[in-house]
């Protein structure tokens, strides 16, 4: 099995910073995407950065310049610093891997989430 750990949600003041982390750990041989998806109140899931293999990224729009992903591949740990942060940021993170189990081949995984408040 694969889990996936997360860490680093809270509540922070508009323009303070955050930064959450997200391991994977288990039966994973390869990993292709990793990232984190938000989801407010109300709304649909909606992906905040990616991390692809080769090194690419792709972030939200809203969230450029102000949110960076970075790939720790010693340790298969994926972090997203979060800067400037905004009320409209508030959301609950959920860390996503697109891996490969041994045993079931590639597959989708998530994380339970960490909640991000923004106040203003």
């Known amino acids: 099995q694969v889990q996936l750990v997360e860490s680093g949600g809270g509540l922070v003041q508009a323009g303070g910073s955050l930064r959450l982390s997200c391991a994977a750990s288990?039966?994973?041989?390869?990993?292709?995407?990793m990232g984190w998806y938000r989801q407010a109140p109300g709304k649909q899931r909606e992906l905040a950065a990616l991390w692809s293999r080769g090194g690419y990224t792709n972030y939200k729009d809203s969230v450029k310049g102000r949110f960076t992903i970075s790939r720790d591949n010693a340790k298969n740990t994926v972090y997203l610093q979060m800067d400037s942060l905004k009320p409209e940021d508030t959301a609950v993170y959920y860390c996503y891997v697109a891996g490969r189990d041994p045993d079931k081949g590639w597959g989708d995984y998530w994380g339970q989430g960490t909640q991000v408040t923004v106040s203003s």
């Open positions: 288990g039966s994973i041989s390869s990993i292709r995407n």
